[in-house]
C-alpha cells in the first residue's frame, strides 16, 4: 500500500459544515492526488500535488480546496459540504519515473446529510 | 476529457473460464494501466503497458494495446472466484502525472 493513510475513514457530517480529510505518505513520493469514486463514474480526480505548496485542479475541483505544507501531508477540505459531496475518497500517489504507478489509500466514506 | 471507458460494464463467468475487458480512450498517452478494486477497498495495480508496446504478460493476465484505435483490452485467464472485483483501466498522458480512469468493468466469477 506504500504507506499510504487517510484518516478520518468514515465520517458524516451536515451540510454547510466544513470538512477535512487527511492524506499520509511514509515514503516521500512528490506525486499526490485526491479522488472522489461514485457509482457509474469511476474515479474522477479532484486536486493533486507534485510537491509541496505545488497543487492544481483536477476535473472536480469545484467545492474543494488542498493544501500541502509537508512532502507527507495532503489535506483535502470542503468548503462547505453539500450532499452532492457524499461519496468515497481516495487518495493516491504516483511513484514517476518510467514505471509510474499509482498506489491508493484505503478511503474515506463521506456522508453528507 | 481523456478518460478510458470500459467495456462491458459487467461481466459474469464460471470459474476457470477466461475473461476479457476492454478499454477505449480518447487523446494520445504515454502508457496506460489496469487497476483492480475489491469491494469497499482501494484500487490495486494490476500492470502497465507503454504507448510503445502492444502486449504484455503479468502471471494469468494479457494486456494488449492498440494505438491507432486509441483502445486496450485485459483478459484474465483460467478465472478464479478471487478475482471478483471491478477493474479499470487509467491513462497517463504525461501531464504533469495526471491519470484518468474510466467506469470501470465489474467481474463476478461464479465458483
Known amino acids: 500500500d506504500a504507506g499510504i493513510t487517510q484518516s478520518p475513514r468514515h465520517k458524516v457530517t451536515e451540510t454547510g459544515t466544513p470538512v477535512t480529510l487527511r492524506c499520509h505518505q511514509t515514503?516521500?513520493?512528490?506525486?499526490m492526488y485526491w479522488y472522489r469514486q461514485d457509482p457509474g463514474h469511476g474515479l474522477r480526480l479532484i486536486h493533486y500535488?507534485?510537491?509541496?505548496?505545488?497543487?492544481d485542479k483536477g476535473e472536480v475541483s469545484d467545492g474543494y480546496s488542498v493544501s500541502r505544507s509537508k512532502t507527507e501531508d495532503f489535506l483535502l477540505t470542503l468548503e462547505s459540504a453539500t450532499s452532492s459531496q457524499t461519496s468515497v475518497y481516495f487518495c493516491?500517489?504516483?511513484?514517476?519515473?518510467?514505471?509510474?504507478?499509482?498506489?491508493f489509500g484505503p478511503g474515506t466514506r463521506l456522508t453528507v446529510l | 476529457s481523456q478518460q478510458g471507458e470500459e467495456d462491458p460494464q459487467a461481466l459474469s463467468i464460471q470459474e476457470g473460464e477466461n475473461a476479457t475487458m476492454n478499454c477505449s480512450y480518447k487523446?494520445?498517452?504515454?502508457?496506460l494501466q489496469w487497476y483492480r478494486q475489491n469491494s469497499g477497498r482501494g484500487l490495486v495495480h494490476l500492470i502497465l503497458?507503454?504507448?510503445?508496446?502492444r502486449e504484455k504478460h503479468s502471471g494469468r493476465l494479457r494486456v494488449t494495446l492498440d494505438t491507432s484505435k486509441k483502445s486496450s483490452s485485459l483478459l484474465i485467464t483460467a478465472s478464479r472466484a478471487a478475482d471478483t472485483a471491478s477493474y479499470f483501466c487509467?491513462?497517463?498522458?504525461?501531464?504533469?502525472?495526471?491519470?484518468?480512469f474510466g467506469s470501470g468493468t465489474k467481474l463476478n466469477v461464479k465458483p
Open positions: 487509467a491513462t497517463d498522458a504525461g501531464n504533469f502525472n495526471k491519470f484518468y
Open positions: 487523446t494520445s498517452i504515454n502508457n
Open positions: 503497458i507503454r504507448s510503445n508496446e
Open positions: 493516491a500517489i504516483s511513484t514517476g519515473g518510467e514505471r509510474n504507478e499509482q498506489f
Open positions: 515514503e516521500n513520493h512528490r506525486y
Open positions: 500535488s507534485y510537491g509541496v505548496k505545488d497543487t
